[in-house]
């Protein structure tokens, strides 16, 4: 499958409903930015991440319980590790799904620091992955619109982790090149 077919396939349309609550939702966030960038109290890459952060969200949030056509019972399996234990008696299948659920949350990590503004420790990238993991398990579990499980909470949290880390290292990046422009300015102007 292309890229476009994965998308369609697990992103379905979206009901009126569910356009109208997301754009009203994306609007006051908007709006609450613009206020916050208006008074001084965020950097205008804090109100860019954190609107790229809530689309990205409610794509995932869309695709993995609201856009799923709902079942008349409740899924769920609690064993922890249970796909590992499939993937290595040769379910290969469930490996592309694990690493996927690895994926899954790895942007939202990435955005994290640029929403701070600063580092974060890797902690908090997995408790910010298990707190959106565990939105999007429980939601599947009430609406019965998916299996809950806990494999994919611990995947999600380690694809938001990792992503965190990148994160971290594009600062880290981002800061070198800033310290090397002043420091060629500070040389440019000694001369003059």
Known sequence: MDIYQIFITYNPA???REIICFSVLCLLTALWAGYLLWHKKILLSQAISGMIL????????????FARQPKDYREYKLE???????????????LKENLLNILLLSPAGFLLPSLFHKKLPWWFGLLVGLIISAGIEIG????CRGLFEWDDMVHN?????????FGNARITVCDQLVKGRRR?????????
């Open 14 to 16: 979206w009901t009126k």
């Open 54 to 65: 809530l689309i990205f969200l409610g794509i995932v949030f869309g695709s993995t319980v």
């Open 80 to 94: 922890l590790f249970w796909s590992w234990k499939e993937v290595f008696h040769g379910h290969q299948e469930l």
């Open 140 to 143: 599947q579990l009430v609406l």
């Open 157 to 165: 949290s380690l694809g938001c982790m990792l992503g965190l880390l």
């Open 184 to 192: 060629k300015m500070r040389g440019v102007r000694k001369k003059e």
